[in-house]
């Protein structure tokens, strides 16, 4: 199976291709990439792999495309315009719920709450949303101006990387593929 990514203006396409959740990408934009296939078969049985190379791989691809997806929405960013600022954000967020999809694979069926992982996720990322927007304005909703939005979409994507993180860590424990010190190197360059 292949996912195909396009960015917004449709001239870069990254593509991943998921035979055993096996992860390529190719980049050469500094605009925003989002899912232009998706897979809408919602399947509990998501446990594909159970290789530790396979999942070295995937885990080696992530930081490649993470530092891309960061180029692209660090651009974002710079600009200084609330709605583009937010749109790296999103981005960035749905790059994240991505991952951890992909890395979903290396888990038994049913592992998620039983629940397919998008769905999961999805409420991870809800509640983490809604968290931050409320613990951001506490004398009440739209009290804190538009720059909310931006520090709450910072928050949660704070959330989904250390939850990527802890989540490899298990991974990598649970399949023995590196030693402590490699571990702590590749958390090190994703937290980056």
Do not use: R
């Amino acid at each position: 199976m292949k996912k195909t990514f396009w960015h917004t203006k449709a001239l870069t396409v990254i593509t991943i291709c998921l035979c055993c959740n096996n992860m390529y990408a190719l980049s050469n934009t500094k605009e925003a990439i989002l899912p232009a296939l998706t897979d809408t078969k919602d399947q509990l049985d998501y446990a594909t792999c159970n290789n530790p190379h396979l999942l070295k791989t995937c885990l080696d691809t992530i930081l490649i495309t993470h530092k891309a997806q960061l180029a692209i929405a660090q651009a974002k960013w710079d600009t200084g315009v609330t709605s583009t600022m937010n749109q790296g954000n999103q981005e960035m967020i749905d790059y994240y719920k991505e991952v951890l999809i992909k890395l979903s694979a290396f888990y038994p069926k049913g592992h998620f709450n039983n629940l397919t992982p998008e769905k999961y996720f999805d409420g991870v990322i809800s509640e983490s949303s809604l968290w931050n927007k409320i613990i951001l304005e506490p004398l009440g909703t739209g009290t804190g101006g538009t720059v909310v939005s931006i520090i709450a979409g910072g928050n949660v994507m704070n959330d989904l990387k250390k939850k990527i993180a802890e989540m490899v860590s298990s991974l990598v424990l649970s399949y023995g593929i590196e030693n402590p010190e490699n571990l702590h190197v590749w958390k090190e360059e994703w937290m980056k």
